[in-house]
């Protein structure tokens, strides 16, 4: 079964607003995440990831955040875009070599202009 | 970064006949390939690890004889849909890494519709 999950499907925002994407991880022994983005018909497009030895990296636009304590993993989005509108997902990795990704469910950002 | 490539990237099939998937890394050699499956509205759930050389390792519930796996090169995993029905119409994502725990790169999807 799915060890990663979101908290929201969906989620609506205005042009130029903050976007926060929650995702919760339940295998303590994931030391590796990373959000994705996917648009409709298309693979899954790399945003950021973090490592467990961090609590937050930053990207341009983008933020993640990790929760170890809580199992808990975020992506902020600053000054949301309607190019930004797109499905999000986090995945998660088992520190161990040829391990795949395991994905949560997904959240849908509309951004409206 | 790095560059995977699947293809086609849509097809259409009659049932009951096969349909095999390429899935490529362009600018790196992939020990370890994934294949994952996405039905509309719902995440991408891991269907098999091909390894190249060996045989790939599947998850529960994927009948390894239906969905066949080859990974003959360092370059080049394969995926055949065999006896393809209704059901098996999916979008079908392969990915690759240029190492363990680092990101994994996703080819384009190919969308498989079984007529």
């Known amino acids: 079964g799915e060890s990663v999950g979101l908290h929201l499907p969906t989620l609506s925002v205005q042009e130029g607003d903050n976007s926060i994407i929650n995702c919760a991880y339940s295998?303590?022994?994931?030391?590796?995440f990373i959000w994705y983005k996917q648009e409709s018909g298309k693979g899954p497009q790399f945003i950021i990831d973090i490592r467990s030895n961090m609590d937050k990296r930053q990207g341009q636009r983008v933020t993640v955040l990790l929760n170890k304590t809580v199992k808990h993993l975020s992506l902020q989005i600053a000054a949301t875009q309607p190019g930004d509108s797109a499905v999000y997902f986090c995945a998660e990795n088992l520190s161990q070599a040829g391990t795949a990704l395991i994905f949560g469910k997904g959240t849908t950002l509309s951004v409206s202009s | 970064g790095a560059v995977v490539s699947q293809h086609p990237s849509r097809v259409i099939c009659k049932s009951g006949t096969s349909v095999k998937i390429e899935c490529r890394s362009l600018?790196?050699?992939?020990?370890?390939m994934f294949w994952y499956r996405q039905f509309p509205k719902q995440s991408l759930m891991l269907m098999a690890t091909?390894?190249?050389?060996?045989?790939?390792?599947?998850e529960q519930g994927v009948e390894k004889d239906k969905f066949l796996i080859n990974h003959a090169s360092l370059t080049l995993s394969t995926l055949t849909v065999t006896s393809a029905h209704p059901e098996d119409s999916s979008f079908y994502i392969c990915?690759?890494?240029?190492?363990?725990?680092?990101?994994?790169?996703f080819g384009q999807g190919t969308r498989l519709t079984v007529v």
């Open positions: 295998n303590s022994a994931s030391d590796y």
């Open positions: 600018d790196f050699q992939a020990t370890t």
């Open positions: 091909s390894n190249e050389g060996s045989k790939a390792t599947y």
């Open positions: 990915s690759a890494g240029e190492g363990w725990n680092t990101e994994a790169f």
